[in-house]
């Protein structure tokens, strides 16, 4: 079996009509690089998705994606500085295919007013793999002492006891 190392990627891009598919290509590069070949199509399809309606809608082309993989959820999150985007009304209908498309969605605010959209799918029971476990660390600080010489049922006999000392 697989273990899965948990993954990280950024990307920053200027969001134009012949940028998406390019996007979309990379982002299904880096899952394929991670042995995640079952969720290329949602991701690619969500990205897409999302990256169009920025291109419709946002003043500012200026995006953010990235992905984090942590072994049994992926998550995608699409981010920009565009305070005048608003979800709720620019992109109800991005949003909504979005919903029925992923397992989990939100939206929240960033610090200088940009907004981040992020949709996260699950790893299928059958395809979900452990993440890579760390060493133990030791809990002993001696060496336990060698099996005795002789069993325990001689050492129990008074007469072996006497003539080993």
Request: hydrophobic share 45%.
């Amino acid at each position: 079996m697989k273990t899965a190392v948990p993954c990280y990627y950024h990307l920053d891009v200027e969001v134009g009509p012949e940028r998406v598919g390019q996007v979309s290509r990379i982002m299904a590069a880096h899952l394929r690089y991670w042995d995640l070949e079952n969720l290329v199509g949602p991701v690619r399809h969500g990205t897409e998705l999302l990256l169009r309606a920025i291109d419709r809608h946002a003043t500012d082309k200026a995006t953010s994606i990235e992905m984090w993989w942590t072994g049994q959820h992926l998550i995608t999150a699409v981010g920009g500085d565009d305070r005048e985007l608003r979800p709720d009304q620019d992109l109800r209908a991005c949003l909504a295919d979005l919903a029925a498309m992923s397992d989990g969605w939100g939206c929240c605010a960033t610090a200088n007013g940009g907004k981040v959209i992020w949709f996260s799918q699950r790893a299928r029971s059958d395809q979900r793999v452990p993440l890579v476990a760390t060493a133990p660390v030791p809990s002993l600080r001696r060496v336990l002492d060698l099996p005795r010489a002789l069993p325990v049922a001689a050492l129990a006999a008074p007469d072996v006891l006497a003539g080993a000392r």
